[in-house]
T-cell receptor, first 115, second 113 residues
Framework: DQQVKQNSPSLSVQEGRISILNCDYTNSMFDYFLWYKKYPAEGPTFLISISSIKDKNEDGRFTVFLNKSAKHLSLHIVPSQPGDSAVYFC??????????????FGKGTHLIIQP | KAGVTQTPRYLIKTRGQQVTLSCSPISGHRSVSWYQQTPGQGLQFLFE???????NKGNFPGRFSGRQFSNSRSEMNVSTLELGDSALYLCASSSGTGLYEQYFGPGTRLTVT
């Protein structure tokens, strides 16, 4: 049972345009969401996070939107750059007293930025 | 600040053997989590250690175990290796308090033959 789903295995976007990566979750206990970027042969790199008390968080070119009623979040990258080409993972966590449970990851979306 | 380091980076073992992987977290971080990444299952949470105690555990058999030392460094052990244990093992460190981001190391690529 996949609790975090990224339904697009790959996405191709032209350089300079907006990249939108989507993620759906089923576990209503999740209250903290993160996006990671991963290059081959490297560990995931943290990009941006959002708590369930917010619906938007922005950091430079990266913005994450959270729609709790739809159990959906998205990552917007504007403008897209060639270095953004990587696999993007959506992750979720259920916090509780004493800390968060381990992160539950989606299967990833391979973003390809075309010149 | 130095990032998360993992040793060794690559490892080849045979079925039935055991293996120990090591992780050094970012200085000041007290939480270390371990994940397994395979093509079929993606990234899956193994366990988390905080202040030398296992705080959370994923859904893996008891052959997978770990420990954390007083300097927050962590080791993960897999006993009686199976072919299906071939994977990239990732370690992540974090402050471990409140809502926190986890920062990943480069991983150890384990191949079981």
């Amino acid at each position: 049972d996949q609790q975090v789903k990224q339904n697009s295995p790959s996405l191709s976007v032209q350089e300079g345009r907006i990249s939108i990566l989507n993620c759906d979750y089923t576990n209503s206990m999740f209250d903290y969401f993160l996006w990671y970027k991963k290059y081959p042969a490297e560990g995931p790199t943290f990009l941006i996070s959002i708590s369930s008390i917010k619906d938007k968080n922005e950091d430079g070119r990266f913005t994450v939107f959270l729609n709790k009623s739809a159990k959906h979040l998205s990552l917007h990258i504007v403008p897209s750059q060639p270095g953004d080409s990587a696999v993007y993972f959506c992750a979720a966590s259920a916090t509780r007293r004493g800390g968060a449970d381990g992160l539950t990851f989606g299967k990833g979306t391979h973003l390809i930025i075309q010149p | 600040k130095a990032g998360v380091t993992q040793t060794p980076r690559y490892l080849i073992k045979t079925r039935g053997q055991q293996v120990t992987l090591s992780c050094s977290p970012i200085s000041g971080h007290r939480s270390v989590s371990w994940y397994q990444q395979t093509p079929g299952q993606g990234l899956q949470f193994l366990f988390e250690y905080f202040s030398e105690t296992q705080r959370n555990k994923g859904n893996f058999p008891g052959r997978f175990s770990g420990r954390q030392f007083s300097n927050s460094r962590s080791e993960m052990n897999v006993s009686t290796l199976e072919l299906g244990d071939s994977a990239l093992y990732l370690c992540a460190s974090s402050s471990g308090t409140g809502l926190y981001e986890q920062y990943f190391g480069p991983g150890t690529r384990l191949t079981v033959t």
